[in-house]
């Protein structure tokens, strides 16, 4: 991942590891289904904005820096709170990435 720190595979909250729970950096593994890891690309899938789930669940936006695919990933329980709040607070601070995300989808 980016950030170069030990990552486990174990997701507390969901099945599938798909982001460092550091930095929320991730790869681009699966194509359609989480945890398929069938995708070609393997590019670093940054993590773009957040977003809710008509359940409230809080899910992160990647793209990916290879081929600008976009993907939605649950956040898991052991992922750094801070990183969560800083990326849901990013378009306040910096109004250029909400139109960035905008952009993209």
Not at 13 to 32: E, F, I, K, M, Q
Not at 83 to 97: K, S, T, W
């Amino acid at each position: 991942m980016s950030c170069r720190l030990d990552v486990s595979v174990v997701a507390p909250g969901t099945a599938h590891r798909n982001h460092c729970p550091h930095c929320l950096a991730s790869l681009h593994v699966d194509r359609r289904v989480p945890g398929d890891r069938d995708a070609d690309c393997r590019g670093r899938m940054e993590a773009l904005s957040m977003s809710t789930r008509p359940d409230g669940e809080w899910v992160i936006i990647h793209q990916c820096a290879s081929c600008g695919e976009l993907s939605a990933n649950r956040i898991a329980g052991d992922d750094n709170p801070y990183a969560l709040v800083r990326l849901a607070l990013r378009p306040l601070v910096d109004p250029r990435h909400a139109g960035r995300a905008l952009f993209a989808l």
